[in-house]
Every structure is written in structure tokens, then in C-alpha cells.
T-cell receptor, first 116, second 116 residues
Framework: AQSVTQLDSQVPVFEEAPVELRCNYSSSVSVYLFWYVQYPNQGLQLLLKYLSGSTLVKGINGFEAEFNKSQTSFHLRKPSVHISDTAEYFCAVSEGGSGNTGKLIFGQGTTLQVKP | NAGVMQNPRHLVRRRGQEARLRCSPMKGHSHVYWYRQLPEEGLKFMVYLQKENIIDESGMPKERFSAEFPKEGPSILRIQQVVRGDSAAYFC??????????????FGPGTRLTVT
């Protein structure tokens, strides 16, 4: 069975500092990987996804993530954060290949708190 | 192009009542997913439906919960005889499951169910 672990429940960081949100997954099959952001009382918005190809994926709002198959990780990074990046971030996996139904398995979430 | 719509946004039910949550997918999307977000937890997959078909209900509780996506109209998640433990945010996501959107899900704003 697939699972996702987000190693930090909260990440406080000062504005304009770099940030990394960690995500590890386990799966016996190939996977597709996603990062979503959730602002208070809103739904989830897709930041970026990895399906295949280049392991460095760029997304919206200046975020990027790197897929590392050997370490089964998909960490999210931003070189300089803004106050508006304060939100909950979710890492998710979906089973790859012909068996894919699109069902997402989510991590517990990481709260990014950007301080002025 | 309107996004995924969910209503009501907030729903209060007494124990033992029924809750009906509605989800209208994005235009052109015929695939719907339901997820539940319990307090202090990440999102958990519940069910995946296509028009008139349940494809994967592996995340649905065995009793009291049901879902449908009729040929016409919104998808409905029904919870019968609600209990306090059903209090959560319920999110719907839709997908075209074709072309460039094959692996993308677009989330609605959620319905926050409170059981008193």
C-alpha cells in the first residue's frame, strides 16, 4: 500500500528566507507525485506535479520540487518566501501506470508560517 | 469557466439526522472524487465516481455513507444517521481524466459538516 509522510507538521520561516518542505513516500509500484496548497477555509490548489521525465519540477508561485527515486522523496522548495505563502501544504501520491484511477493519498500536511 | 462548486459550504446536523453534500464538477469533467479531512488530519480518499458509476469506493465507511453521480445533476455524498465523529470538511474534486488533465484534480471549497 502507498503512504506519504510529511516530516514536519509546522515550518516557521522569516519572509524572504528559503524554505524546504519535506515529503517521503512508500510504494511498491511507480507513482505520480503532487504538491497542493490549502489556504484557510478554502479548497486545495495544485502547486506542481511529477509524472515522468525531468526530476526537477517547477510549479506556480515560484515553487519547485525534486523527485528522488532512490530516497523516495519529493521535497518542495522556494528560494524566497512571502507572507502570502502562509498556508497548509500537502504532498500526495497516485499510483502510476495502467492501474491509475487518480485516487490521491495525502500526507498529514505541513503548516508554513511566514513571519515578517 | 466556473470551478468545482460545493454546497452547502457549512452544514449543521444533529446526531441521527441525514446530511447531503452536493458537488458540481467543472464543465466537461465527468470524473468526481470525494475526500474527507478530519480535524488535525490530512485528507483521506473516500470514493471515485464517473457518471452513473462508482469506480472505487475503497475509502468509504461500510455503513451510513453512500455516493452517487447521476447522468444529470451534481454528485451527492449522503451520510445517514450522522454521529459526532462525522464532523469534518468534505472536499470534492473533479477531473477530465483525458489529455493534459489526465492526472489533475480540481478541488472545490469544501463542505464543513458539524454534528451537534
Amino acid at each position: 500500500a502507498q503512504s506519504v509522510t510529511q516530516l514536519d507538521s509546522q515550518v516557521p520561516v522569516f519572509e524572504e528566507a528559503p524554505v524546504e518542505l519535506r515529503c517521503n513516500y512508500s510504494s511498491s509500484v511507480s507513482v505520480y507525485l503532487f504538491w497542493y496548497v490549502q489556504y484557510p477555509n478554502q479548497g486545495l490548489q495544485l502547486l506542481l506535479k511529477y509524472l515522468s521525465g525531468s526530476t526537477l519540477v517547477k510549479g506556480i508561485n515560484g515553487f519547485e520540487a525534486e523527485f528522488n527515486k532512490s530516497q523516495t522523496s519529493f521535497h518542495l522548495r522556494k528560494p524566497s518566501v512571502h507572507i502570502s505563502d502562509t498556508a497548509e501544504y500537502f504532498c500526495a501520491v497516485s499510483e502510476g501506470g495502467s492501474g491509475n484511477t487518480g485516487k490521491l493519498i495525502f500526507g498529514q500536511g505541513t503548516t508554513l508560517q511566514v513571519k515578517p | 469557466n466556473a470551478g468545482v462548486m460545493q454546497n452547502p459550504r457549512h452544514l449543521v446536523r444533529r446526531r441521527g439526522q441525514e446530511a447531503r453534500l452536493r458537488c458540481s464538477p467543472m464543465k466537461g469533467h465527468s470524473h468526481v472524487y470525494w475526500y474527507r479531512q478530519l480535524p488535525e488530519e490530512g485528507l483521506k480518499f473516500m470514493v471515485y465516481l464517473q457518471k452513473e458509476n462508482i469506480i472505487d469506493e475503497s475509502g468509504m465507511p461500510k455503513e451510513r455513507f453512500s455516493a452517487e453521480f447521476p447522468k444529470e445533476g451534481p454528485s451527492i455524498l449522503r451520510i445517514q444517521q450522522v454521529v459526532r465523529g462525522d464532523s469534518a470538511a468534505y472536499f470534492c474534486a473533479s477531473s477530465p481524466r483525458t489529455g493534459g488533465g489526465l492526472y489533475e484534480q480540481y478541488f472545490g471549497p469544501g463542505t464543513r459538516l458539524t454534528v451537534t
